[in-house]
């Protein structure tokens, strides 16, 4: 799990990295594609059957249009906030996970202790939107609220997962469900809305490759850890990521950095902390 938040923390930053040169509907749409035929070349490496009839269709559609919307809004948000502030917005994530166990998901109730902690993370995110920094203004804001939204359908995706049959089918069926439901969707979002003039340079398209081949494979991961271990404990530990996204923009972007905004991280993590006691 440390190691997929370390990956997740520098995909905002490769998003940023290439937004000059690709429009963000077109890098989620060429992320979201190669991540697909990946997906489904290693289907076929293994010789793993995904067609039958599991009960899963409805869910895994489901799955696929909060996936989309979940990548639709970061990559948006992007255009108008900084990379170390998405890192941390996005996962507002696990707050939906646990407001919404107790009501979908049969044993998984979090206690005092773990609510403290969710309060804690709560309570770091209010203030890092708040911390006064240079570059926040109204269009910084607004970033960051599609960021939030962007967390909120996360968090429901994996609510939706733990609580259907696709908590009992493959991890590779999980994700070609959302991938194949959210190419369309971005495809149009993308085509409806952007041109690429030309040919990206060479940072860009390292960068598009960094979200297609490095980020896309953790999917697969992240998928067998929620289905196997609890989804509350599971997601409030992602809070790890935005440390890893704050230090990345702040060292490969120069974004700026306060001591507010790193107390308010500071709070975040101490949450984490508390929501993994037992």
Sequence with gaps: MTLLCLCWGL?????KFALPEVPPFTQALIRTGGGLVIVLAWVLIRGMTLIKRDGTLWAGIAAGILFATEFLMIFAGLQFTSASRASLFIYTAPFVVALGA??????????????FGLVLCFVGLALAIGVPQANVDARTLFGDLLLIGAGVSWG??????KATRLNRVSPEK???YQLAVSVPIIAIAAFATERVSAMPGATALAWLAYQVLVVGITFPFWFWFI?????TRVSAFTFLTPLF????????L????????????????LGLVLVNRR
């Design 227 to 231: 289905q196997r271990y609890a989804a």
């Design 245 to 252: 996204g704050i230090a990345a923009g702040c060292l490969l």
């Design 174 to 176: 999980t994700l070609v």
């Design 254 to 269: 120069r974004e700026p950095f306060t001591v507010a905004f790193g107390g308010a991280a500071v709070l975040v993590l």
């Design 102 to 115: 107790p009501l979908v998901l049969q044993g998984e109730r979090l206690g005092p202790t773990q609510w």
């Design 156 to 161: 429901a995706t994996t609510l939706v997962i």
């Design 11 to 15: 995909n905002q930053v490769a998003i």
